[in-house]
Nanobody, 120 residues
Framework: QVQLAESGGGVVQPGGSLRLSCAAS????????MAWYRQAPGKQRDLVAA???????DYADSVKGRFTISRGNAKNTVYLQMNSLKPEDTAVYYC??????????????WGQGTQVTVSS
């Protein structure tokens, strides 16, 4: 059984920074993709940033130059450094793991979500 532990959300003023963390526990052999999604009230869940096993990254246009996704030295950990935060970044942020292989089984997992609020 894989469990995801997210942390780092909170309330910050415009222009501030936050760092989200997501650590996956369980007997995981490999993870193809680690990503962060976000969902604002009344809106769909959208991709914020993703990082592949080989290290390539992808970002939503709205966060390019402000957010950085990285994989931690600890196995199965992913971070999202968010700088120059704007009120429109306010949302619940979800950690996503795709292509998680445990022996011969491959599936995806979602975290429970962490609230990020950008407000003065």
């Amino acid at each position: 059984q894989v469990q995801l532990a997210e942390s780092g959300g909170g309330v910050v003023q415009p222009g501030g920074s936050l760092r989200l963390s997501c650590a996956a526990s369980g007997s995981i052999d490999s993870i193809a993709t680690m990503a962060w999604y976000r969902q604002a009230p009344g809106k769909q869940r959208d991709l914020v940033a993703a990082i592949a096993r080989v290290g390539t990254t992808d970002y939503a246009d709205s966060v390019k130059g402000r957010f950085t996704i990285s994989r931690g030295n600890a196995k199965n950990t992913v971070y999202l450094q968010m700088n120059s935060l704007k009120p429109e970044d306010t949302a619940v942020y979800y950690c996503y793991l795709g292509g998680v292989r445990i022996v011969q089984n491959v599936r995806e997992y979602w975290g429970q979500g962490t609230q990020v609020t950008v407000s003065s």
